[in-house]
């Protein structure tokens, strides 16, 4: 399987993982507090790293639910993985959460896979994109649910934006891509893991990724905290990233 192939079918089968863990817990009365969550985030980093083991043993891996082999910085392919992205929507029984497959070569991201389990669907590097057509009026803008940053609110705020409250990074880029929103814009916090598959798909889609002072995103460095992100429709990004700029610099 190539790069690209194998990253879709590892994500869809952890998030085939997922529901069935879920449908467990549910069905037994144990979803109730951390233990759900818990076990989610357990269960797709373990099938996660056995399938990796298996299939890709010679390549590193950095993931959100494992102990960072530093390794992957001499390393020419390092699996970026977030087993469970939106974990606490997961535990919600909600549908906005994601698994994130990510694969770095030399430098950059070439191949990324998010599993969208609670809509039945894997967006992949290796798909084909819908053709958005304009962006809306006022534009929809993707927000954490949980802890949409100030600085996020007051661009919104400012650009007239609608504010669309969801969960999971990549759940939240995948909603760009989809076409259900036109940016996502996050600030205060986030690692590499977060946003490494989504933005590879984003690319791939044509939308424009990158930080919020408009300079590259960049993977596999020795600290992963990646703590900003935009991603929007291409005409976008000058206006945004103007906005952020302004109210950055207050
Ligand atoms: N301020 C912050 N600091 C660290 N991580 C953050 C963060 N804001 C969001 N994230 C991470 O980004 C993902 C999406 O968050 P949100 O739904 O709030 O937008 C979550 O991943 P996990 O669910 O894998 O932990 C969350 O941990
Ligand atoms: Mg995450």
């Known amino acids: 399987m190539r790069g690209e192939e194998f990253a879709a079918d590892l994500a869809t089968s952890a998030g085939e993982v997922l529901l069935a863990i879920r449908k467990e817990h549910l069905a ?47 390393s020419e392919r390092v ?5 469970l992205d939106g974990t606490r929507e997961y535990s919600e029984d909600r549908h906005d959460w994601a698994v994130h497959v990510a694969l770095w070569e030399r430098g950059s991201l070439t191949a990324g896979a998010v599993a969208l389990p ?7 590097t290796a798909g084909e994109f819908p053709d958005l057509g304009p962006p809306a009026e006022p534009i929809r803008l993707a927000v954490s649910r949980s802890r949409a940053s100030d600085l996020v609110k007051a661009v919104a705020a400012e650009y007239g934006a609608e504010l669309v409250p969801m969960g999971s990074a990549g759940y939240k880029v995948s909603a760009v891509v989809r076409g259900e929103v036109d940016a996502y814009v996050h600030s205060g916090g986030q690692y590499e893991w977060d946003s490494a598959a989504p933005v590879a798909v ?49």
Not at 79 to 83: L, M
Not at 211 to 229: C, H, K, M, T, V
């Open 28 to 74: 037994a009365g144990t979803a109730e507090g951390k233990a759900l969550a818990k076990a989610g985030d357990r269960g797709a980093q373990e099938h996660i790293a056995e399938r990796l083991a298996a299939e890709r043993p010679d390549d590193a891996v950095l993931s959100e639910e494992a102990a960072d082999d530093l390794r992957r910085l001499e």
């Open 79 to 83: 699996w970026i993985i977030d087993p």
């Open 118 to 124: 609670g809509l039945g669907t894997t967006l992949s």
């Open 202 to 250: 984003a690319a791939a889609a044509g939308l424009h990724t990158s930080r919020i002072d408009g300079s590259a995103l960049e993977y596999n460095r020795e600290d992963p905290y990646l703590p900003d992100l935009l991603v929007c429709r291409p005409s976008l990004a000058k206006g945004l990233l103007e906005i952020i700029g302004q109210h950055q610099a207050v």
